[in-house]
């Protein structure tokens, strides 16, 4: 039982000591308290926090701690959408992988190619160079792989060296997204090499494990190669932009003298 006024009429309370404390709050402060209780009743039933005898608060530093988890996501999937790769251009160093063995095509001192080893070395860095020139390299576009040696992959009949380092029509090959069209070639994309014979690099058979050929016209899992980016080649940089050239302040006209 709470009583109000004392034998001087002014006010009194008496009861238990939660019903003083509760009477004697702003009502402001009651709302407050019960915003963190319902916060502390939630985080009970959903994450099963367990707040000490007497403290209310804790589902609410728990709600905060869910918030700053929530906005640290934000600012790792905006950072990853940032190193999001650009297209290949020529002179990117790159690593072709056969995707089924997970093997290197690799350029050896005496020019032989094979794709036995996985490794990202030296000797399976090559040069992709655009037959254009610089630029963007898109599907179709006709491209030189060249290797550490300085020398460039060759197609010669069906075989497949690096020994001339020439720039012609048997080093020269279409490289091709797997659905054709123009489309720019990605870091981790699959490619087609096509050589000037109409047949495209396999380097996935089977029965002839790690040896490099250009024997047939197919488009299949023999002749697919993942593009890796080993290293970014030169980029043009866009020129500053000039200042604007303020206009001349024209001269002042002179007042006309009295007659």
């Known amino acids: 039982h709470v009583g109000w006024h004392n034998a001087a009429g002014a006010p009194k309370l008496r009861g238990t000591p939660a019903s003083l404390a509760l009477l004697a709050m702003p009502r402001a402060c009651v709302l407050v308290a019960a915003a963190l209780g319902l916060a502390a009743a939630r985080a009970d039933a959903f994450g099963g926090a367990s707040c000490p005898a007497g403290v209310s608060s804790c589902g609410l530093a728990q709600d905060t701690l869910l918030l700053q988890t929530r906005s640290e996501r934000s600012v790792v999937q905006h950072a990853a959408l940032e190193r999001t790769p650009a297209p290949l251009r020529s002179s990117d160093k790159v690593f072709l992988k056969v995707p089924s063995t997970g093997k290197r095509l690799t350029i050896e001192p005496n020019g032989h190619v094979h794709t036995w080893w996985d490794h990202t070395g030296r000797w399976q860095k090559l040069t992709l160079e655009r037959a254009a020139g610089d630029g963007e390299v898109r ?121």
């Open 139 to 259: 599907s179709g576009d006709e491209v030189y792989l060249m290797g550490w040696t300085d020398k460039r992959i060759t197609v010669q009949g069906q075989r497949v060296h690096a020994r001339w380092n020439h720039k012609g029509a048997w080093q020269r090959f279409v490289i091709e997204l797997p659905g054709g069209g123009d489309g720019p070639i990605m870091p981790g994309g699959t490619v087609f090499f096509k050589a000037h014979t109409g047949k495209r690099i396999d380097a996935a058979d089977p029965k002839a494990p790690g040896t490099v050929r250009a024997r047939f016209t197919h488009k299949g899992s023999w002749q697919k190669f993942v593009v890796e980016l080993a290293e970014e080649g030169s980029r043009p940089t866009s020129a500053p932009t000039p200042e604007p050239t303020p206009a001349p302040t024209p001269a002042p006209t002179p007042a006309p003298t009295p007659a």
